[in-house]
């Protein structure tokens, strides 16, 4: 049980960001809002990815690809975020 993904420093930070910006999902559907909690998650993510590589320019472009994807940026849902990430 110690692989949880509940474990994980990631998830503890995901569940502090949700918590500290309740006002982000009450009282209004996804519809009214016009974002999803995929689309603030996926952001967060894209955000750090920019502030790792900009702070490691000497990353090669084919590691800064394979880290994109195993964030979940490889499935081709986010490429605006995937261009973010790729130009930092």
Same mark, same amino acid.
């Given at each position: 049980?110690?692989? =949880? !993904? #509940? ?6 930070? =995901? @569940?502090?960001? =949700?918590? &500290? ?5 009450? /009282?209004?559907? #996804? &519809? ?7 689309? !603030?998650?996926?952001? =967060? @993510?894209? %955000?750090?990815?920019?502030? !790792? ?5 000497? @990353?090669?472009?084919? %590691?800064?690809?394979?880290?994109? #994807? +195993?964030? /979940?940026? /490889?499935?081709? +849902?986010?490429? &605006?975020?995937? +261009? +973010?990430?790729?130009?930092?």
């Amino acid at each position: 049980m110690k692989n =949880l !993904v #509940a474990h994980t420093e990631g998830y503890g930070a =995901l @569940i502090e960001y =949700l918590a &500290s910006n309740l006002t982000l999902f009450e /009282g209004a559907s #996804a &519809s009214d809002q016009g974002v999803t909690i995929e689309e !603030v998650v996926m952001d =967060l @993510i894209a %955000t750090q990815l920019m502030a !790792v590589f900009s702070q490691n320019p000497d @990353i090669e472009q084919d %590691t800064r690809f394979s880290i994109n #994807a +195993r964030s /979940g940026f /490889g499935d081709g +849902r986010s490429s &605006s975020n995937i +261009r +973010r990430c790729m130009a930092a």
